[in-house]
């Protein structure tokens, strides 16, 4: 069982970065697998970025490729999500979510809260 807990988010100009941060309440996501998933309003959850236990990051699809990036704090309890040079079509919920070996089609069993991303002027 994770309970998985979202930091960050929020409204930001054109061009601009935020970071994501995901963490399990009482224990470390060292070992885990996690991916990084969003939805914008109506459209279905779209995976996006993942990260391996190894560190090997897997980017799904060309929509956030060379501007997004993921990775893990120094202890590795947390997992982040950097998200640079956004527009307003990045403008969505972003989720956290357990995916073991990043395959793109598995649906994670445990979710984050969501975090509301605005991109506007």
């Known amino acids: 069982q994770l309970d998985l807990v979202q930091s960050g988010g929020g409204l930001v100009q054109p061009g601009g970065s935020l970071r994501l941060s995901c963490a399990a309440s009482g224990e470390s996501l060292e070992h885990y697998a996690m991916g990084w998933f969003r939805q914008a309003p109506g459209k279905g959850r779209e995976p996006l970025i993942c990260?391996?236990?190894?560190?090997?990051?897997?980017n799904f699809g060309d929509s956030v490729k060379g501007r997004f990036t993921v990775g893990r704090d120094k202890g590795k309890t947390t997992v982040f999500l950097q998200m640079n040079n956004l527009t307003p079509a990045d403008t969505a919920v972003y989720y956290c979510g357990d995916q073991p070996a990043c395959y793109m089609d598995y649906v994670p069993v445990f979710w984050g809260q969501g975090s509301q991303v605005t991109v506007s002027s």
């Open positions: 990260i391996k236990s190894n560190g090997a990051i897997i």
